[in-house]
């Protein structure tokens, strides 16, 4: 099974600042015949099912504000909220759907300082 | 698109076995595939197996084979998923979650989740 290791575990940042959230697959999740990676980003707040964020590594689902990016290729991958809302404190976890079984991060919590 | 619905929370005790129920509305259900997805009291997702509603085709977890049965009625959009032998570790929220596609994706959206609590 691949292995998703997010960091930090949580993190305070300060309204209107950048929050960055990494993501780290133990093997590559690239198809190199595509050139896609397999890798999606998901938002829950309390007592909500997660919400997807963005899919393709950097393609953000719709709706989705642009504050919210996706980076990165491989095995090391990055969720940027370039301007930190109230709206976004929230728990983020990465997906691989690479390979079967799909695998999670163990996600990352977003705080106010 | 579709919207997915589940029954409500459960308890159990160690040992009973439960069935979660993912109702579809809003799109043609067999256009989809669907995933049972679990969340531990503060803990991370795991995947538990997917349904293709359409024809009924399972794959399951390896961790929990022999435990888990899903399976589809078409006629009310509805799939279910049947947890068995349970102990106070599978006390957690479990999703459903929605894929579109032929292949292993993203999941596009999620039902509310069913908590299921497992206690003597």
């Known amino acids: 099974d691949i292995v998703m290791t997010q960091s930090p575990d949580s993190l305070a940042v300060s309204l209107g600042e950048r929050a960055t959230i990494n993501c780290k697959s133990s093997q590559s999740v690239l198809l190199s015949s595509n050139n896609n990676n397999f890798l999606a980003w998901y938002q829950q707040k309390p007592g909500q099912p997660p919400k997807l964020l963005i899919y393709w590594a950097s393609t953000r689902e719709s709706g989705v504000p642009d504050r919210f990016s996706g980076s990165g290729s491989g095995t090391d991958f990055t969720l940027t909220i370039s301007s930190l809302q109230a709206e976004d404190v929230a728990i983020y976890f990465c997906?691989?759907?690479?390979?079967?079984?799909?695998?999670f991060g163990g996600g990352t919590k977003v705080e106010i300082k | 698109q579709v919207q997915l619905v589940q029954s409500g929370a459960e308890v159990k005790k160690p040992g009973a076995s439960v069935k979660v129920s993912c109702k579809a509305s809003g799109d043609t259900f067999t256009n989809y595939y669907i995933h049972w997805v679990r969340q531990a009291p503060g803990q991370g997702l795991e995947w538990m197996g997917i349904i293709n509603p359409s024809g009924g085709t399972t794959s399951y977890a390896q961790k929990f084979q022999g435990r888990v049965t899903m399976t589809t009625d078409t006629s009310t959009s509805t799939v279910h998923m049947e947890l068995s032998s349970l102990r106070s570790e599978d006390t957690a929220v479990y999703y459903c979650a929605l894929q579109s596609g032929t292949t292993i994706s993203w999941f596009d959206s999620w039902g509310q989740g069913s908590l299921v609590t497992v206690s003597s």
């Open positions: 997906h691989q759907y690479y390979s079967s079984p799909p695998t």
